[in-house]
């Protein structure tokens, strides 16, 4: 498969620290087993790559990924623990069921909590959106790891 960043995206990978080929390896593991939601031409995938959780915003344009952002977080995904309302039109690939809006468990360095996510209950999948992903748990991160500092 064929990639394409833009600068711009590769100025985002880049202050927050992710690599070229990580989001590849995530949009690859996502169109090889279909493991991704989707909305219209939007697809977000996710893998875990090391003690990251990986994301990839990307869309498919014949044979080419066209990259539109990649964020990450150090939290594990652990359990759905609501589900509240339709994602607008988001879709596991996977299975075919609609997402939904909900919270799922996060734990990192010892303390577990709950945060806003799309979700696919039957599967038990979790997704988290790029705001959260790079202000919120990027934020709790930080404060756990000066607080075990």
Request: glycine share 10%; proline share 1%; aromatic share 8%.
């Amino acid at each position: 498969m064929e990639f394409e960043f833009s600068d711009a995206v590769k100025e985002v990978l880049g202050s927050r620290g992710l690599k070229e080929d990580d989001i590849k390896a995530v949009i690859e593991y996502a169109e090889g087993s279909n493991d991704k939601i989707t909305n219209g031409e939007k697809n977000i995938a996710k893998k875990e790559i090391g003690d990251l959780t990986v994301y990839a915003d990307y869309s498919v344009d014949g044979g080419k990924a066209v990259v539109n952002s990649g964020y990450a977080h150090k939290m594990k995904i652990l359990d759905i623990v609501q589900d509240t309302s339709d994602a607008e039109g988001w879709t596991y690939a996977k299975n075919g069921a609609q997402v939904r809006k909900g919270h799922s468990n996060l734990t990192y360095m010892g303390a577990t909590r709950s945060g806003p996510c799309m979700c696919e209950p039957t599967s038990g999948e979790s997704w988290f959106e790029e705001y959260l992903a790079a202000s919120a748990l990027a934020a709790a991160e930080g404060l756990f790891e000066q607080k075990r500092a």
